[in-house]
């Protein structure tokens, strides 16, 4: 009750002792019997101030920090140049493993990897590189354990958290999703706590990565000083398609193993130690239109063997999805110059010529650093051309896709590794992940830097990064071509 009266009394007492020396004894009399006559409207007020101040408070949305994250290095002895990989795909192929209808769909691999933007130290997991393929469930849980395993052990290793600190676990691999599940194999091998909030979402595509973030940070709204662990992966072993289909095989080119660990706080304290603060996330899913359900799905080829089928709709729903998205970030991280510009095309195309096309924002004034979904090179070249970026502004995704390929959710992680470890990441810089994936669904995440960001130990960049960047040789004239 004591200190209910100083919040509400406190800051009235103080301003007349301040007012004081400046009042004759006659005014100060006069106000004396006003606050006498008028205590219950007085008392009243005071306390709808202070519950309305409480309640304000207590309902605004928590600061989610961003402790650490850590992305999985693979073992040197997983590396796979092109040369390498096509050699063995021929062993396969002669071990009648891979029944290939053609040499023509040999070289249409080769011509993919070719023009990928992969590089030649990619990683391809152990069970791909036999003769025959080993593509069981215990091979295939191995390389996934090794990538989840590996990157939480070495963020608890950087970051000093106790698993059992951990209050919120979220796990996200789209294709993989054994029993017990990924995120109670965590729980097992870390020991983490009974009461924990775990969470697994399989199906997702590449962009969940962000979701998972979406999601934890939602739990983390409502847990009190919690640690929310979210891990991002997927796993290649079981996903190797061996048909004959050429829209199916354009995955095997293109994925790679990878994964990353992420610590996030709502702990005012760890804001000092903390490397960003998520600012906004934006999640568009435009699964309600039949085209973009079905451009990216799962399903049996006409031999009965399970691979991904990418749709000839593919760019045009990604395009639409991306347009939806970034209609719905701009207004919120845009200055006011360009929402102004953005209006007044809009006005013209709706009222005078609707043949004049969309302004495209300048997102350079909104974000100092940009991590795209290194899905593929067409997609990198797609995002810098619609999003009038740089060269410099899509260098970690160009790099990423070369030094690791597409590891899927975690991509937009090793970007940010990259960009950590290049020095460049400075106090108050702010930076845009954004990822496309299946169903079909574009998310981003905005965050800030809090300080000037410094590499964390056992970044994956450290043994190659005087290497990079590296110039990628590919004829322009094939791009419009170019089924990536």
Known sequence: MNRLFKLCFLPLMVAIAMKASHLSTQDLQTFYLYVQNNLASLTIFSLSLALGSALYIMSRPKPVYLVDFSCYLPPSHLKASIKKIMHHVRLVRESGTWKHESDYLMDFCEKILERSGLGQETYIPEGLQTVPLQQNMAVSRKETEDVIIGAVDNLFRNTG???????????????????????????????????????????????AGVIAIDVAKSLLQVHRNSYA???????????????????????????????????????????KRAKYELVHTVRVHTGADDRSYECATQEEDEDGIVGVTLSKDLPMVAARTLKINIATLGPLVLPISEKFHFFVRFVKKKFLNPKLKHYIPNFK?????????????????????????????????RMTLHRFGNTSSSSIWYEL??????????????????????????????????????PSANNPWEECLHKYPVEIDIDLKERSSDPI
């Open 417 to 454: 590794a990259y960009t950590e470890a290049k020095g460049r990441m400075k106090k108050g810089d702010r930076i845009w992940q954004i990822a496309l994936g299946s169903g079909f669904k574009c998310n981003s995440s905005v965050w800030v830097a809090l300080r000037n960001v410094k």
């Open 229 to 271: 662990l979210v891990v991002s992966t997927e796993n290649i072993t079981q996903n190797l398609y061996l048909g004959n289909n050429k829209s199916m095989l354009v995955t095997n080119c293109l994925f790679r193993i990878g994964g990353a660990a992420i610590l996030l706080s709502n702990r005012s304290k760890d804001r």
């Open 161 to 207: 958290i106790s698993p059992s600190d951990i209050g919120i676990l979220v796990v996200n691999s789209s294709t993989f999703n054994p029993t017990p599940s990924l995120s109670t194999i965590l729980v097992n091998k870390f020991k983490l706590r009974d009461n924990i909030k775990s969470l697994n979402l399989g199906g997702m595509g590449c962009s």
């Open 365 to 397: 004034l909104a974000f100092e650093h940009f991590c795209i979904h290194a899905g593929g090179r067409a997609l990198i070249d797609e995002m810098e051309k619609n999003l009038h970026l740089t060269p410099l502004n899509v260098e970690a995704s």
